[in-house]
């Protein structure tokens, strides 16, 4: 663990106040779990019976193994396959919620919300195979909800459907070859646990097969959460905001979103908008929104609000004192926050029924009264703010201009102003000329492991210097956001000359107000899959597989079971994926073996974990020269012998 706490200037500022005041934050619980307990960090420590904790002590008689039997490799296998199972639920169980809404949004029966986005709704009907001719909206938008709900429950042997509709064909080919294609979410998530439950699978090869399984149930839910995302709110178009504590308003009513699902969130900006004067009328100059985490980054995708800061930080928005309400939904929600929110005047609130906090205000949300909730939540706010002890704020002076809302749709119409016929080629005519050396993703969370937002940071600076196209979603995006790499003055410090250069012509056709950015902000982690429509695009257009295609992806500072479960679905797909922090499946060299080195024969991705980011930058910039220079090997192979013909 690093003693650099963080690299944001205004986390420091925060941290010191803390300090200072004696309020102990997720900074010093980092702190107090030093050491870590070996056996769980490597993944050898068993918890799946009662008969555990079992570790492997090779050292001792018959402590090579659990008491079960179970050798380093199945443990091992067992605990990082039961990460995948949380994180897929996570995101699956958020897309189905959405989809249930736009299905009573279709049956007529919320009055709050309405298909936003028809021209979506068409697209992704047609794309699953919905008819679309001649029908009514609703009709199309009832079908398709339902068939996203069925996804869900889904029992036989048929192929789940947004992974077919979405994936090319090469890349099912492997999916299939290797029987790890999904039929349905709950089945494949149910029998991940089966499969792993004590006594049942040992084979540390066919586990991780399942945990692929379960994976691309993930990417399932995530895909489709977006494309529904889309259609009841609305596609995002680039917006111009700003990020840091500094978003948060010492003269305004502050309320920051944070946790995951747009439903509430966008309620609560329609609210904000018609409750100006109520906020007036207590004293306030009006109504500020800021975002945290991934509710952050869709109402910042969809509607230009501003980013207080990410996850490790989430703390230190209620010690500016000036937070009148967090209103939270689901993950990635410190329990702290409660404890911490007592010592000021800052209201938690907890609205769904799978989240709360003892002894925070629960509002239980409900989709039939949607504008309603959101009303009552700004003025629980408005009722807080009156009680604010303005000696107690204090408000880093930190923001950066923010210029987001890079949908892969609002990234092709600005590709489509250089090249209206095939967009995509925009992207990859630049890599072939060399001046670009390819797509990196950036996503995931932050982790106290290292230095926060620091391994980003550093990260996504080399990859520009290198000439990477870098697009990003999650708490990674929003780091970028907070050190102004996510506009143009970023472009300018940070760039290499082709990157440079590329985005210049991306900025003489765009005709925004505001300059493009050095990092294209995508949206929230279920946004990955936005990522990977980009990258499927990109194979289509260069002729290849996923598994060539000059495209890498990372999570610098991953925390959570989703970022497994992303990862994990990445590399299914064909993209190498580094991660900045050791994973715990070095416990056995069997298995990191196998999802590090033997994945890459299969899938054409890999994990590799490096927690240097200087060097985690130097191997991702040789995976995408390695695979351009193979393309063009392969290319001039193809040539010689049509030539010879
Ligand atoms: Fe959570 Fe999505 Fe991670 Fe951030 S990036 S800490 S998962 S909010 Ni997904
Ligand atoms: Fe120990 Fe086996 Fe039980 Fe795991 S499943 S806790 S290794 S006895």
């Known amino acids: 663990m690093s003693d650099k706490r963080t690299i944001d200037v205004a986390a420091t500022q925060m941290l010191d106040k803390a300090k200072e005041i004696g309020f102990l934050t997720t900074f010093d619980r980092a702190k107090a779990q030093e050491p870590r307990c070996t056996f769980g960090n490597t993944g050898i420590c068993c918890r799946i019976c009662l008969q555990g904790p079992c570790r492997i002590l090779p050292k001792k008689p018959g402590g090579n193994k659990g008491i079960c039997g179970a050798m380093d490799y199945t443990i091992v296998a067992r605990n990082i396959v039961r990460y995948i199972a949380g994180g897929s639920a996570a995101h699956s169980d958020h897309g189905r919620h959405i989809a249930e809404t736009v299905l009573h949004v279709a049956e007529g029966k919320l009055k709050d919300y309405q298909i936003t986005d028809p021209v979506k709704l068409i697209a992704v009907a047609k794309k699953i ?130 946790g995951h699902n747009p439903l509430l969130s966008q309620m609560v900006v329609k609210a904000a908008k018609e409750m100006q004067e109520e906020a007036k009328a207590a004293g306030a100059a009006g109504i500020n929104l800021v975002g945290i985490c991934c509710t952050g980054n869709e109402v910042l995708t969809r509607e230009g609000v501003a980013i207080a800061t990410n996850f490790a930080t989430q703390e230190l928005a209620i010690l500016t004192g000036a937070m009148d309400a967090m209103v939270v939904d689901v993950q990635c929600i410190m329990p702290s926050l409660r404890s911490l929110a007592e010592c000021y005047h800052t209201k938690i609130i907890t609205t769904m029924p799978i989240m709360k906090i003892p002894g925070s205000y629960h509002l239980a949300f409900d989709e039939h009264r949607a504008l ?42 600005i590709f489509k102003k250089i090249n209206a016929d095939a967009p995509i080629r925009v992207l990859t005519d630049a890599i072939a000329a060399g001046e670009i050396k390819g797509v990196a993703l950036f996503a995931g969370c932050n982790n106290l492991k290292g230095t926060h937002d620091e391994n980003h940071f550093t990260m996504a600076t080399e990859l520009a210097k290198n000439d990477v196209f870098i697009v990003a979603t999650g708490c990674a995006a929003q780091a970028f956001a907070k050190e102004g790499l996510l506009n143009g003055e970023g472009v300018q410090k940070y760039a290499g000359e082709g990157l440079k250069k590329f985005i210049a012509r991306l900025n003489a056709a765009a005709g925004l107000t505001a300059e493009l950015p050095l990092v294209f902000h995508m949206g929230s982690c279920v946004d990955n899959s936005r990522a990977q429509d980009l990258a499927n695009m990109m194979a289509i257009e260069m002729g290849l597989d996923n598994r060539d295609v000059p495209y890498v992806a990372s999570a610098p500072e991953a925390m959570s079971e989703k970022a497994v479960a992303i990862g994990s679905w990445n590399v299914a797909l064909g993209n190498p994926v580094h991660v900045g922090v050791v994973a715990p499946t070095v416990g056995s060299t069997l298995v990191n073996d196998v999802v590090t080195k033997v994945a890459e024969d299969v899938f054409g991705g890999f994990f590799f974990w490096e927690t240097d980011p200087v060097k985690a930058s130097a191997r991702l910039v040789d995976i995408l020269e390695e695979r351009n220079w193979k393309n063009a090997m392969r290319k001039k192979a193809n040539q010689a012998k049509e030539e010879a013909n």
């Open 129 to 258: 195979g919905v008819e679309t001719e001649g029908r009514d909206v609703l009709a199309v938008a009832k079908d398709v909800a339902t068939a996203a709900l069925n996804e869900f429950g889904r029992v036989n042997e048929d192929e789940i459907t947004w992974i077919t509709a979405n994936s090319n064909e090469s890349t099912l080919d492997v999916l299939r070859k290797t029987n790890i294609m999904p039929s349905g979410i709950n089945l494949s998530l149910a029998q991940l646990l089966h499969q792993t439950h004590a006594g049942n699978d040992a084979d540390p090869v066919n586990i991780i097969f399942g945990g692929l399984k379960a994976a691309l149930c993930d990417y399932d839910g995530m895909a489709l959460a977006t494309d529904l995302s889309d259609i009841l709110f609305g596609t995002g178009v680039p917006v111009v905001t700003e990020a840091n504590l500094g978003a948060i308003k010492a003269e305004k009513v502050n309320i920051a979103l944070h």
């Open 372 to 413: 309603d909730s959101a009303k009552e939540i700004i003025r629980l706010a408005i009722d807080a703010y009156k009680t604010r002890d303005s000696a107690k704020v204090c408000i880093p002076d930190v923001r950066n201009t923010v210029v987001a809302g890079f949908t892969l749709e609002s990234l092709l119409n």
